[in-house]
Nanobody, 121 residues
């Protein structure tokens, strides 16, 4: 089992920045691919970014160039640095752990409880 706890969400003005953190406990963190997903009201959960166990990253087109995913294996934590935020980035953000770094949420085995990000215009 892997337990994931997100933090760092909040209210920010358009153009601002936030850094989300996801602390993992349980099985060996470094063996897992980690992903960030988000879900806005009335919409399906969508892929944001992922990082493989080896450190390879991949981003949704909507966030490429603005968001950066990274991880610290020593701290068992994955981060999502979000810059140049837009109102359409408003959503609950979830981190997830899985065997492979893919964009499909159903492939991930473990999920956090989510953290709200609200971007005002």
């Amino acid at each position: 089992q892997v337990q994931l706890v997100e933090s760092g969400g909040g209210l920010v003005q358009a153009g601002g920045s936030l850094r989300l953190s996801c602390a993992a406990s349980g099985r060996t963190f470094s063996n897992y691919a980690m992903g960030w997903f988000r879900q806005a009201p009335g919409k399906e959960r969508e892929f944001v970014a992922t990082i493989s166990s080896g450190g390879n990253t991949y981003y949704a087109d909507s966030v490429k160039g603005r968001f950066t995913i990274s991880k610290d294996n020593a701290k068992n934590t994955v981060y999502l640095q979000m810059n140049s935020l837009k109102p359409e980035d408003t959503a609950v953000y979830y981190c997830a752990a899985g065997r492979v770094a893919v964009v499909t949420p159903g492939v991930y085995d473990y999920w956090g409880q989510g953290t709200q990000v609200t971007v005002s215009s």
